[in-house]
């Protein structure tokens, strides 16, 4: 949780539209994003495909680990699942990691929907392995609260695969991407973010992405719903990234609902 006085929901319903932007570019805002970007994870495999003279699979998703009181299981997108199982039964060896843990999706499966509506996948962790992930665990419960209403701003973050980056053969980079942004509208399955650039702030002051920038890879990141308790922030889950289309003219983010994910993992349907 982080505690910055006086930026209260009271306080900061009451500015102006002027004033809200002067805050979206300072320091509450940053402190934000950050304390929401410590929880997302990237996940990464790499493999040699059993056709000879075929590049190398190199491909990168996000993700997050998630503690609803029966202990931490790890989550992103059922279609990342899908990608990395069509590259394992295409490769000659593959090697997966969550952050810097070793990890093979497959074999750390719990569930994964079954329905293109319900785009959820969850894996096996023990304790011990979240500090090799090196990433805060987000906080779920028994009983998930409604989504986030239209208007609401909600937190998302990924990593695309586009910042990925080949520091040696042994090393790789990559850029966390994300925002704040309101909610557009919900359904029993899904909530969607319409991103609008003429309300978008330049928060961190390194320049606003283009239209039709190339998100893919957020996929499995987590949407947090920031609250407000006792004079301190903090997040609770509100859904899992499972499509960001980022045409120049259609910018939008969508994420399963997280009332499909069970506290022991499973996925409900």
């Not at 495999?45 to 680990?65: C, D, Q, T, Y």
């Not at 969607?192 to 920038?213: A, E, I, S």
Request: glycine content about 10%; charged content about 20%; overall charge neutral.
């Amino acid at each position: 949780m982080i505690s910055v006085d006086p930026y209260s929901p009271e306080w900061l319903n009451n500015l102006s539209d002027e004033d809200k932007k002067a805050v979206a570019a300072g320091e509450f805002i940053q402190h934000m994003q950050n304390y929401g970007g410590a929880h997302v994870a990237w996940i990464f495999w790499r493999a040699i495909h059993r056709l000879l003279r075929v590049p190398r699979i190199e491909h990168n998703a996000s993700a997050f680990v998630l503690d609803c009181g029966r202990g931490p299981f790890l989550v992103t997108a059922g279609h990342v699942l899908e990608g990395f199982l069509g590259h394992k039964r295409a490769a000659r060896c593959i090697k997966s990691q969550i952050g810097n843990l070793a990890i093979d999706l497959e074999e750390r499966l719990i569930d994964c929907g079954t329905d293109a509506r319900i785009d959820i996948a969850t894996f096996h962790l023990q304790s011990e392995e979240i500090a090799a992930i090196g990433k805060q665990v987000v906080a779920g419960g028994e009983n998930w609260p409604p989504p986030p209403a239209s208007g609401e701003v909600v937190f998302f973050g990924g990593f695309p695969g586009n910042q990925r980056l080949a520091l040696g053969p042994k090393e790789v980079s990559f850029g966390l991407h994300c925002a704040m942004t309101p909610v557009s509208d919900f359904t029993v399955h899904q909530i969607r973010c319409r991103l609008d650039r003429r309300n978008w702030v330049d928060t961190r002051g390194l320049g606003l992405p283009l239209p039709g920038y190339d998100t893919g890879g957020l996929s499995g990141g987590p949407m947090l719903a920031p609250s407000y308790i006792n004079g301190r922030w903090s997040w609770r889950l509100a859904g899992v990234i499972s499509e960001s289309l980022m045409h120049k003219e259609y910018e939008v983010i969508t994420a399963t609902r997280a009332h499909f994910i069970l506290p022991d993992g499973r996925i409900s349907r």
